[in-house]
């Protein structure tokens, strides 16, 4: 079992930057590929960016050149750095890690607004 808690969303405005964090715990050991997913209201779950073991970065085409993400492996976190961002970033951002198994954090609410 892996839990993983997240923090860091918040209200933002537009060009304005934040940073997400997501702690894991639990059978930390066996966690590949850990990553950001989000969901906007009345939209699908959709990939933001991911990160391997090995810290090799994936990013969907809308956040390339905005955000970054990075992964500490001894601590058992990953992190997203979002910079210019836009109203059309408002989402719930969810973490997730995955071993054989895929595990979800609780989500945290991430508004760019004027």
């Known amino acids: 079992q892996v839990q993983l808690v997240e923090s860091g969303g918040g209200l933002v405005q537009p060009g304005g930057s934040l940073r997400l964090s997501c702690a894991a715990s639990g059978r930390v050991f066996t966690i590949n590929t850990m990553g950001w997913y989000r969901q906007a209201p009345g939209k699908e779950r959709e990939l933001v960016a991911q990160?391997?073991?090995?810290?090799?970065?994936v990013y969907t085409d809308s956040v390339k050149g905005r955000f970054a993400i990075s992964r500490d492996n001894a601590k058992s976190t990953v992190y997203l750095q979002m910079n210019a961002l836009e109203p059309e970033d408002t989402a719930v951002y969810y973490c997730?890690?995955?071993?054989?198994?895929?595990?979800w954090g609780q989500g945290t609410q991430v508004t760019v607004s004027s």
């Open positions: 997730y890690a995955h071993t054989v198994y895929a595990y």
């Open positions: 990160i391997t073991s090995s810290g090799v970065p």
